[in-house]
Every structure is written in structure tokens, then in C-alpha cells.
């Protein structure tokens, strides 16, 4: 997902949102059959040091890794 023209609170909450989405909704469903989902979620911000997409990219990725390393239902910032 890609937010334009917002800053680090305004995705910190669009990312609470998804999680408490995935948990209220998809959750159940998968819940009644014995599994569980959870969202992992790695929010990369841009400033004047980024070059190119794949940099993008490359912070996203790390923050997601980090957000799964802490357990479930998280969400983590690079930048």
C-alpha cells in the first residue's frame, strides 16, 4: 500500500487499522477452522536520502521482518 502526502502518524494509524481489520474479520473466519491469521506489517518512510524505488522497498522489507521477529498483530517504521 502507498500513502502519498502523509507523514509517519497518519500511517502508524492506517496500519492499527488493518490489523484490527484482519483480526475483526478474516480472523474469524479462519478461526472456526482451527488456524490463525495475524498481520505483520513494515511501514517504510521517505525523505531526500531515497534515490529509487528498490530503497523504498528495501526499508519496507526490513521493517516488516523486524514487526515479524516481535510476534503477532504488529507493525513496525523504517525511517
Known amino acids: 500500500m502507498v500513502l502519498q502526502n502523509t507523514n509517519r502518524d497518519k500511517a502508524e494509524l492506517v ?3 488493518v490489523i484490527t481489520a484482519v483480526n475483526e474479520a478474516v480472523t474469524e ?3 472456526t477452522r482451527g488456524l490463525d ?3 505483520s506489517i513494515g511501514i517504510a518512510l521517505v525523505d531526500d ?3 529509487d524505488v528498490s530503497e523504498i522497498y528495501k526499508r519496507a522489507d526490513r521493517a ?3 514487526s515479524k521477529g516481535r510476534g503477532k ?4 517504521v523504517y525511517g
Open 37 to 39: 491469521l495475524t498481520a
Open 15 to 17: 496500519a492499527k487499522q
Open 49 to 51: 536520502e531515497v534515490k
Open 64 to 66: 516488516l521482518y523486524e
Open 73 to 76: 498483530n504488529q507493525y513496525r
Open 29 to 31: 473466519y479462519y478461526k
